[in-house]
């Protein structure tokens, strides 16, 4: 059986790229999946940088229903599943190494529904949710060397250690602004501190559903004094 791939961070080539826009690469079977992630070359020096992690993407076009898997690092990736019954992205697994990719993988392609898929390896003490929005990222300079940005696809991970990556220790605050009547779309804007320097994470969305989901899950997962809404 072959299911729909998408990946991002990767070129058609097998490259690694800092970008959040997935590449289609059609269908594949099981093994051509696992290979392919086997495949993908170690994550360069700053790849804590870049904007969104390499991801593999496969959809059960049909149902509804698929598996993500992030590299974190060498032999360490993050495992997140849609599942059609409940209608929710669940963390499988955090920081687990390729053996369990694969079994994940395995299982997905024997119950594309995302049902035979449990969160068995994910620690007791960590859990959280994946959703889809768009990222406000740099995509070049102009000719006065400022930042040109721009809204691509991105991913916003919320668990009950960490907000898009960041740990909460090192959030200032999640700024939850709700939709506003002819004042564009609903955002998350994450400021936190990176090395001494004052950083943020601007996310906003589409689907209302979504936007109202994710804001749900930081309310019930990030500490309350580091939420602000409006």
């Not at 870049?50 to 898997?69: F, H, L």
């Amino acid at each position: 059986m072959r299911l729909h791939v998408l990946a991002q961070g990767v070129t058609v080539t097998g490259g690694l790229i800092n970008s959040c826009e997935n590449v289609d690469l059609g269908f594949m079977t099981a093994d051509e999946v696992i290979e392919l992630i086997k495949s993908i070359p170690p994550p360069p020096p700053d790849y804590a940088e870049w904007e969104c992690g390499i991801t593999i993407t496969v959809e059960s076009m049909d149902r509804g229903a698929y598996v993500m898997v992030t590299v974190n690092g060498l032999n360490d990736y993050t495992v997140i599943k849609y599942d059609d019954s409940t209608g929710e992205e669940v963390l499988v697994g955090s920081s687990v190494p390729l053996s369990t990719v694969v079994r994940a993988v395995k299982a997905f392609y024997l119950e594309p529904s995302g049902r035979g898929l449990s969160p068995v390896t994910v620690a007791a003490e960590e859990y959280g949710y994946n959703f889809s929005a768009e990222s406000l990222a740099v995509i070049g300079y102009d000719e006065n060397g400022q930042p040109v940005t721009d809204w691509l696809e991105a991913n916003l991970n919320v668990t009950n250690k960490a907000v898009s990556g960041v740990p909460f220790e090192l959030v200032r605050a999640v700024r939850l602004l709700d939709p506003v009547p002819g004042k564009g779309y609903p955002e998350i804007i994450i400021e936190y501190v990176k090395n001494k320097e004052n950083r943020f994470l601007r996310f906003r969305f589409r689907d209302m559903k979504t936007y109202w989901r994710a804001r749900e899950a930081i309310l019930r997962l990030v500490p309350r004094d580091r939420v602000v809404v409006g």
